[in-house]
């Protein structure tokens, strides 16, 4: 089927257009321009039409999320991370049914959907016992309409829950199990971080992701601890120690990179590796902040992700990602709305190897519509989206051109939010 669809106002690469169009076929923009060039080669298409009191963006992006972390909300809150680790994630965790998984994840996931999340990475490490788990997310995402690309971890640490712990053998096995059973959810692997994930582990991921042609998505760098841990054990950063360990290429994404040394930044960008920053939850557990102008300066391709979930919205991640980086260099200058707009739309799609993020030919018809009540008159549309949008401006949420998301909660949403409920009071 083919649908056209005839936007007023559009957001197209940071620009606003205005009677913009575009051609959708099976799931994917294939034409793209002004509503005069397109509609004459368009006659045979269904249409749809978005008049001037809505702006038609392109899907978010989240980069980087831990959907099951929903269930921490509020009694997990304002605790070191140390503890916030032992004394609420790990107590929750490790009691998860399939079940419990799935409801979860569709509630976390139908939230993102009312955001204008369109595209989420999600960090899946609730392996230990097998695949069951994974199975159960996997479904929550297609039964919600979200796209999926399923980073998922491998993690042979001692202090780590049994619930989380694998062998190398087990994690590669399942993991290429996952890739081959479902295609539609771009399964790639994710050794979990330097301190959960032996450098076996870290280098069997590695030559797994090039075997099997994925990304390699790892934890890095996120708090200082962390390097002040590797530097004293083997002599190098996180950054330097993952090249050394064979795991820093252009598969590689860097999630947080908060507390990396200027020569870790160019190697970042010599090996052609991508980061995902993640300001909201940076500034909740106090990690610190990703030098996003310096990176991008340097090339480095920049994605933002939602992942503590506390709130998963990737208009706040944009407007936290330009707050903290005018703040990190005292300088109002340092970070435009349309730079965090791309980290949150086309370059957050390419940080994940996903064609999506914008409303152009090639790219996944993964489109947002938002009430343009709020943007004034004055105002370019991409700073009012950055700057003052709220969730509440998405309408409708789309991807590959099917309405996954229409005002109100959906039956599957609904439900969710009710199973969670009761799985928290089980939990908690
Ligand atoms: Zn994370």
């Known amino acids: 089927m083919r649908e056209l ?13 205005n009677d913009y169009a575009f051609v959708v076929e099976d799931g994917v923009i294939v034409s793209a321009g002004t509503y005069g060039a397109i509609a004459p080669h368009a006659r045979d298409c269904e249409a749809r039409a978005f008049p001037a009191d809505r702006l038609v963006v392109p899907g978010f992006v989240n980069g980087h999320s831990h959907a ?4 921490l909300r509020g ?14 994630l790990y107590k929750v965790v490790p009691a998860l049914t ?17 955001a204008g999340i369109t595209t989420v990475a999600e960090f899946f490490y609730l392996n230990g016992a097998g695949n069951e788990r994974a199975e159960a997310a996997i479904a929550a995402a297609r039964e919600t309409g979200i796209r999926l690309v399923f980073a998922r971890t491998w993690m042979d640490a001692d202090y780590a829950p049994s619930a989380f712990r694998e062998t190398v053998d087990q994690a590669a096995s399942r993991t290429a199990e996952l890739a081959t059973r479902y295609p539609d959810a771009n399964v790639c692997v994710a050794p979990h971080s330097l301190h959960a994930a032996s450098h076996e582990m870290i280098r069997a991921a590695a030559a797994f992701a090039r075997r099997h042609d994925t990304l390699l998505h790892i934890h890095v760098a996120e708090a200082a601890y962390e390097g002040e841990e590797t530097l004293a054990k083997h002599g190098a950063t996180p950054i330097a120690l993952l090249d050394r360990l064979g795991a820093l290429d252009e598969r590689t994404v860097a999630i947080h990179a908060i507390h990396v040394t200027d020569d870790e930044k160019r190697l970042l960008a010599e090996r ?6 993640n300001p909201m939850t940076n500034q909740y557990l106090g990690d610190g902040t990703c030098d996003v102008v310096g990176l991008r300066a340097l090339g480095v391709r920049v994605g933002l992700g939602t992942d503590a979930d506390v709130k998963p919205s990737i208009i706040d991640e944009m407007r936290a990602a330009a707050l903290l980086q005018k703040l990190r260099a005292a300088d109002g200058a340092a970070f435009a709305a349309r730079d965090a707009f791309a980290l949150g739309t086309s370059l957050g799609a390419q940080t994940l190897g996903v064609a999506a993020g914008d409303l152009t030919a090639g790219n996944a018809a993964d489109f947002v519509v938002l009430g343009a009540g709020g943007i004034d008159p004055w105002s370019p549309a991409v700073n009012a989206l950055v700057y003052r949008a709220q969730d509440a401006w998405v309408q409708a949420t789309f991807v590959g051109g099917k309405r996954v998301y229409f005002g109100e909660p959906s039956a599957i949403a609904r439900k969710a939010r009710e199973e969670v409920a009761s799985i928290a009071r089980r939990l908690i």
């Open 5 to 17: 669809i005839r936007c007023a106002r559009a957001l197209v690469g940071g620009d606003e257009r």
């Open 75 to 88: 009694w997990g809150d304002d605790l070191p991370f140390a503890t916030w680790r032992s004394d609420a």
């Open 272 to 277: 052609g590796a991508r980061v995902v920053h």
């Open 98 to 114: 399939p079940d419990d998984v799935y409801w979860t994840f569709a509630a976390a996931f139908s939230e993102m959907l009312a």
């Open 68 to 71: 099951y972390q929903i269930l």
